[in-house]
Structure formats: C-alpha cells, structure tokens
Nanobody, 115 residues
Framework: QVQLVESGGGLVKPGGSLKLSCVAS????????MGWYRQTPGKQRELVAV???????NVADSVKGRFTISRDNVKNTVYLQMNSLKPEDTAVYYC?????????WGQGTQVTVSS
C-alpha cells in the first residue's frame, strides 16, 4: 500500500523558517513527480512546488525565492524548506506523488505563521 507521511509543520513567527518532510512508502517514489500543495478553509488546494525524479523543479510565484523543494531518492523523501514565512503562508500543507495512473496524497500538516 502506497503511503505518504508528512511532518515538520507547526507554529512559527513571521519571518521564521520551517522544513517539511514527506516520506513515501511503497514503490511510488521512484520516477514519481513529487509535490507540495496547500489549502486554507474555503479555498481550493493550490500548488506550492513540484520536483521530478531528475530534480527539475517548479515553484509557485507566491513563494518563489522563499521556499525550496528537494528530494532524497535514497531516503524516499521530499522536503520543503520554507524561509521568510508570512501570515498568508498559513495553511494545511499536503504532499503529493504523481506517477502514471497513481495520484497519492498525504494526510497534511498544519503550518501556522503568527506572532
């Protein structure tokens, strides 16, 4: 069974940093496009950043220059380093794996940016 487990969320002050991790079990990680998305109440889930198996990345304009996505293909883990956090970054962050006909989501981790 394929599973994605996120960790690293929490409460941080504006300007602070957090690093999210997502560990993939099963065979999905290899060759999958891994991504981070976020969602706030009443809004659609939005793309934050994605990374291919070869390391090509795409980052949303709203977080460009502040967030970095990376992956460790040995540890089956994808990371999201978030710097210079703003209150508007507050959301539930979800990990995603896309591979062939499989589209798998993690359970989400809450990130709250508040003073």
């Amino acid at each position: 069974q394929v599973q994605l487990v996120e960790s690293g969320g929490g409460l941080v002050k504006p300007g602070g940093s957090l690093k999210l991790s997502c560990v993939a079990s099963g065979a999905i990680f290899r060759l999958a496009v891994m991504g981070w998305y976020r969602q706030t109440p009443g809004k659609q889930r939005e793309l934050v950043a994605v990374i291919t198996d070869y390391g090509t990345t795409n980052v949303a304009d709203s977080v460009k220059g502040r967030f970095t996505i990376s992956r460790d293909n040995v540890k089956n883990t994808v990371y999201l380093q978030m710097n210079s956090l703003k209150p508007e970054d507050t959301a539930v962050y979800y990990c995603n794996a896309l591979k062939g006909g499989q589209n798998v989501w993690g359970q989400g981790t809450q990130v709250t940016v508040s003073s």
